[in-house]
């Protein structure tokens, strides 16, 4: 067994492992988790790069079988063109956001329990190559993420965590179910079993309603309109420091799968032959475009317009899938990798740039961020770049990841989802615009703000002042330059959009030939 192989259960193992830590050094030490959080995402983070060198180089999956047995009956890990860029994803995120936790928090040794189980449940959706320990990842990432959600201050961070810990409950079941009518129907849980199985499988009535309770699981675990309502909840109440990790990755992670399943399991050929699959996935996923974009525009407070607009941004991916069923398309594929891997990149930035402005501006609703440009001006101006790349304004990765999928349907004849894509862009711009104008062309002083409401000065000073000071306090040069990077690569990786169908192009060729 090569070192290289050896990468696949540490990528998985080290940061569930890791995750006792905190709790143990806790004992003795206090507040060690950021410390090992920091050393253990580190190491996953160069980890996950060595692996892709060899993915993306050699041309070739890594695959490790655990305990040696034949994947038909043992648990199978594989790295793949596709599954690379998720975990690469993942693992700079996860190493980038704690540079704003470590001074804005949370800070409990608890919480980096919790960060790395999420980690590594994220690792382990991205890795496996068996569709029932899938659904034992899902879990672990859902069962870290209810508990993230909950460490904010308040009962509304309860609510939001028992809404989602109901509905993920509900997603994870139908997935559960799914695969467990698959598996009576085929004998196996392997994904590249499955692939050989399913088209020969006795029972097809069982194969197609299989598949029908996956696409509801998804749906919720993607957040797509009307099963999305746990999302905006989740993400306004969990803890600023929260909300750029479970925004950027969660559903991006649950995104994966769901289309590792259409192209690796059932496979594309197979779905395009089944009533109704690529019609029902073309519709959830426009269907959330348009409802995501329109209540993205009505909101006044930041995190939950954000939040809104990720309906949206993962409705176009599940559109893309179903172009991808339909037309058999590689363009819209790569447009839907694209858009994942831009999307988490941009949500990252965006949702850190937001915790930034709410602990050094004091400012949480789009009216409050009147002014930011002239006192915030390098975290403003990174904000902007994610914001216009997210509307799909070149050079940004968002116009890239959408070109290619509103490629891939035009040359499927998909005329409505060219139609969807243009307009939420017009949507999308709509809410982007606000914030813009507000940052760049309103007078704080024509708002009435709240960046009065810091901590009150007991000597007889200024509270204004004291405010201001303790927000300064909080804010360090490691949280803004996180923000910087996200933006700077956003545009980079707009600038290598084509270098992304090269990687995927081994991927591609398997999957559609």
């Not at 939001?160 to 409950?169: C, D, E, P, V």
């Not at 400012?363 to 904000?383: F, N, Q």
């Amino acid at each position: 067994m090569s070192s290289v192989d050896l990468l696949l259960p540490l990528l998985i193992v080290g940061p569930l492992l890791a995750a006792t830590l905190p709790i143990a050094l806790g004992l003795w030490f206090d507040r060690t988790g950021w410390s090992v959080a920091g050393l253990t995402t580190l190491g996953l983070f160069g980890a996950a790069v060595s692996l892709a060198s060899v993915v993306y180089t050699g041309g070739e999956e890594v695959h490790h079988k655990l305990g040696g047995y034949p994947r038909t009956y043992g648990i199978e890990l594989v790295a793949d063109e596709f599954s690379m860029l998720i975990v690469l994803l993942v693992t700079a995120v996860a190493t980038g956001v704690l540079a704003y936790t470590r001074r804005g928090g949370p800070r409990g040794n608890t919480f980096y329990t919790a960060y790395l189980l999420l980690v590594g449940g994220l690792l382990g959706i991205s890795l496996t190559g068996d569709v029932f320990n899938l659904f034992v990842f899902l879990e672990i990432t859902s069962l870290a993420t209810y508990a993230l959600v909950a460490s904010g201050d308040g009962p509304e961070s309860a609510v939001a965590a028992l809404k989602y810990l109901i509905l993920g409950t509900i997603a994870a079941s139908m997935y559960l179910i799914g695969v467990a009518f698959v598996f009576m129907a085929t004998g196996t849980l392997n994904m590249l079993e499955l692939a050989d199985a399913i088209p020969a499988a006795e029972s097809q009535t069982l194969i197609r309603t299989g598949f029908a309770f996956i696409v509801v699981g998804f749906a919720v675990k993607v957040a797509q309109w009307p099963l999305h309502t746990w999302q905006p909840s989740a993400y306004q109440q969990a803890p600023d420091g929260v909300t750029p990790l479970i925004a950027a990755l969660v559903s991006t992670a649950s995104a994966y799968a769901f289309g590792r399943l259409i192209v690796t399991v059932f496979e594309v050929e197979y779905l395009a032959g089944m009533s109704n699959a690529a019609a029902i996935v073309l519709t959830v996923g426009c269907v959330s475009v348009l409802a995501g974009t329109v209540l993205a525009v009505i909101q006044t407070e930041v995190k939950r317009m954000l939040a809104y607009s990720s309906v949206s941004q993962f409705g176009l991916v599940i559109a893309a899938y179903g172009v991808v069923i339909a037309g058999s398309s590689e363009t819209a594929f790569i447009g839907a990798a694209i858009h994942l891997v831009g999307h988490g990149l941009l949500k990252a930035g965006l949702f850190l740039g937001v915790a930034l402005v709410a602990a050094s501006y004091g400012a949480r609703t789009v009216d409050e961020y009147a002014g930011l440009a002239k006192e915030r001006p390098i975290v403003a101006g990174s904000m902007a770049v994610l914001l216009l790349s997210l509307v799909g304004v070149p050079p940004g990765v968002g116009f890239v990841g959408k070109w290619y999928i509103a490629l891939g349907a035009v040359e499927s004849r998909l005329w409505p989802v060219a139609a969807v894509i243009f307009l939420s862009t017009m949507l999308t711009l709509a809410y982007a615009a606000r914030l813009l104008e507000k940052m760049y062309f309103t007078p704080p002083a024509a708002v009435e703000s709240p960046r009065a409401s810091g901590p009150v000065a007991t000597d007889g000073g200024d509270a204004d002042a004291a405010a201001e000071i303790d927000r300064a306090d909080a804010v360090s040069v490691g949280m803004v330059a996180v923000v910087v990077v996200a933006a700077l690569g956003a545009v980079a990786l707009g600038f290598s959009g084509g270098a992304f169908a090269d990687l995927l192009e081994p991927f591609l060729t398997e999957v559609f030939n």
